[in-house]
């Protein structure tokens, strides 16, 4: 509960946090935060509905969140990100719609996520 008082924190890094199965709500209210990395969070199967709460988020790393199956509907609201990390995401299947509403977009890797079965038609709206 204690990190959502770092309403100042701009970058979180929990990579290899391996037991790590879900965000604590808290981290919701980490609205400064920039950069958050999971990479190899590997008990990770979702991210909580409060995540479009960190609106300056600007990079987010899943990299081998092997479990990961979804993404919430409010990751629209992440308007500032700019790069998405989704490598190996090997339990992803789909991107929702929403996907582009997130027109800062500017790198995204879905290398080996061979789980992916199709782009959303809002895909196109990325320029």
């Known amino acids: 509960e204690s990190f959502g008082q ?4 701009q970058k979180l890094d929990l ?7 879900s965000l604590p709500e808290s981290f ?9 990395h999971l990479r190899w969070c ?3 199967r979702s991210l909580p509905e409060w ?6 988020l600007q990079k987010l790393d ?6 990961l199956q ?7 609201q992440l308007t500032a990100l700019q790069q998405l990390h989704l490598r190996w995401c090997q339990q992803l299947r789909s991107l929702p719609e929403w996907f ?15 789980r992916l079965q199709s782009l959303p038609e809002s895909f196109g709206q990325l320029t």
Do not use: I, N, V
């Open 6 to 9: 770092l309403t100042a924190l």
């Open 15 to 21: 990579s290899y946090c391996r037991q790590l199965r």
């Open 28 to 36: 919701g209210q980490l609205t400064a935060l920039q950069q958050l």
């Open 42 to 44: 590997q008990q990770l």
């Open 51 to 56: 995540f479009g709460q960190l609106t300056a």
């Open 62 to 67: 899943l990299t081998d969140c092997f479990r």
């Open 70 to 76: 979804s993404l919430p509907e409010s990751f629209g």
């Open 100 to 114: 582009g509403q997130l027109t800062a977009l500017q790198k995204l890797d879905l290398t080996d996520c061979f």
